[in-house]
């Protein structure tokens, strides 16, 4: 199916140096399947979405899942802190994949302690003992998967290191 709109014009049209005409605009909506509005400002067709956040100690949870039940994704976020707090141990039913995407966070599990860098991951069994934090005074970013005991996930992910190993 052809737009009825030359190459080279649609080109001129891409890069903005020509405004389009209706006679160019009515064949590309029909043949892209739209509304000449979209074409004129697609913008007015997006929409915000407020995804929902929450604090839990020193960080920013942000709920990128809306399917109740199952498995939940999450981002975590923490401020450059100014203060290194010491990680608050919880534990409740559950299994959780954690990947960082920016900075190195302090991951304690029982006795273990981890620090884990950019793109390492770790998977627990969330009724172990557990909590996380900040290494440095730099932020941090991560993704968790969440899923109720027995929703076991597997992840192909390189070994994380123990603390007080070589980085």
Known sequence: M????SISALSRLET?????????LL?????????????????AHARHVELPKFERHGATYIQLSSRPGGLQAYKMIYRAPAVLPEPELCRHEG????????GRLRVVLGDRELVLSVDETVEFDTSVPHGMGPVD???IEAL?????QGERMTVA???????GGSH
């Open 95 to 102: 299994f959780l994949v954690l990947s960082v995407l920016v």
């Open 2 to 5: 052809s737009t009825g709109v």
């Open 144 to 148: 968790l998967l969440f899923g109720a």
């Open 137 to 139: 005074h730099q932020p």
């Open 16 to 24: 903005g140096h020509r405004r389009p005409t209706l006679a160019q």
């Open 27 to 43: 064949p590309l909506a029909h043949f892209y399947g739209v509304t000449l509005d979209v074409l004129v400002d697609p913008s």
């Open 157 to 163: 992910a390189r070994t994380v290191r123990a603390t």
